[in-house]
Nanobody, 119 residues
């Protein structure tokens, strides 16, 4: 089992910044992928950004150049720095953990943290 504890999120104006963090504990694999997915009301969950324990990152096109994911590897904590936030970034952001490397989400999810961007 893997436990994920998220922090960060909140309400910010358009153009503002927020930082999310996610700490993993439990049965951590040497090769793994951690990252963030988000779900807005009435929409499907979508990938935001993930990072492998090898440091390879993948971003959704909608956040490239604005969001930066970092961490992972032996520290088992990932960060999502979100800059130039837009109202369309408003969603519940969930941390995800999966053994191995890949962009499909694993079975382990955090409780979710709300990010709200006002116009």
């Amino acid at each position: 089992q893997v436990q994920l504890v998220e922090s960060g999120g909140g309400l910010v104006q358009t153009g503002g910044s927020l930082r999310l963090s996610c700490a993993a504990s439990g049965s951590i694999f040497v090769l793994d992928t951690m990252g963030w997915y988000r779900q807005a009301p009435g929409k499907q969950r979508e990938l935001v950004a993930v990072i492998t324990s090898g440091g390879v990152t993948t971003y959704a096109d909608s956040v490239k150049g604005r969001f930066t994911i970092s961490g992972g590897n032996t520290k088992n904590t990932v960060y999502l720095q979100m800059n130039s936030l837009k109202p369309e970034d408003t969603a519940v952001y969930h941390c995800n953990y999966r053994p191995g490397w890949g962009v499909t989400p694993g079975d382990y999810w955090g409780q979710g943290t709300q990010v709200s961007v006002s116009s």
